[in-house]
């Protein structure tokens, strides 16, 4: 990853945190887009040894076209992004028809429409490059298990369809796409099971590997898909689940 630069939405969460430090470590200059104030404040401090290479973007995402604004500086100032990772999600939980058709439509904004903008921005840079790596992070929650997430599942159906999509069209450019798909994994998104340890308990039995899944599985993964060597490789949906879905 040395003098490659990563775009990562979502980047001081509880899955972006590792992933965006082992980029850093592996040479990467990453623009870290984020709004969770304490979740960056605490990023700075794990990465402070990697200085001006971890640029922090405090965007409102819900704002496209100020998303947009801010991309655009930080494309200028950095000279381009050579990866994007859509990681950045919203994930409301109630009954379907307790959604209105706005809460719908600001989940797709975030989860959805502020990746295209993403790529959008980076895409011209990746063409003059011949090289770019896109990534998508999808979710388990799309093989029909959990209940009440319809937005959030729904906006992870639709990036695993451009992922597809994008891997056709921008692969003679030498440009790949692909999406990530955790699975379970004990984060702030946890918090919305009423019962977290019969959950956990669940979990480990639908695993064929029993142990509760880490932020390094993923950041592992990521940086797979994000390395030169994996070139040949898109249009694919890698599962990260400890083995409950299988493909």
Known sequence: MQGKTVLYTGAAGGLGLQTTLLLLEKGATVVAVDNNPAKIAQLQAEASAYGERL??????????????????????????????????????????????????QFVQRINVDAGIVAVQEALG????????????????????????????????GALIGL????????????????????????????AINPDPEGYNRHVLAQQS???????????YAISFLAAEEAGFITGQTLNVNGGWIMN
Request: aromatic share 10%; proline share 6%.
């Open 163 to 190: 992922t597809r999509t994008w891997a056709r069209e921008f692969g003679p450019h030498g440009i790949t796409v692909n999406a990530l798909s955790p699975g379970a994994f004990p984060t702030d998104a946890e």
């Open 209 to 219: 590997v029993k142990r509760r899944g880490h932020a390094g599985d993923i950041a």
């Open 55 to 104: 640029m922090v973007l405090q965007s409102d995402m819900g704002a496209l076209e100020g998303f947009r604004a801010d991309l655009k500086a930080a494309h200028a100032q950095t000279g381009g992004f050579d990866v994007v990772i859509n990681n950045a999600a919203i994930y409301p939980s109630k009954p379907f028809e307790d959604y209105s058709i706005e809460e719908h």
């Open 125 to 156: 840079g990746m063409k003059a490059k011949g090289f770019g790596r896109i990534i998508n992070i999808a979710s388990i929650t799309l093989s029909g298990f959990w209940p009440n997430l319809y937005p959030y599942v729904a906006s992870k």
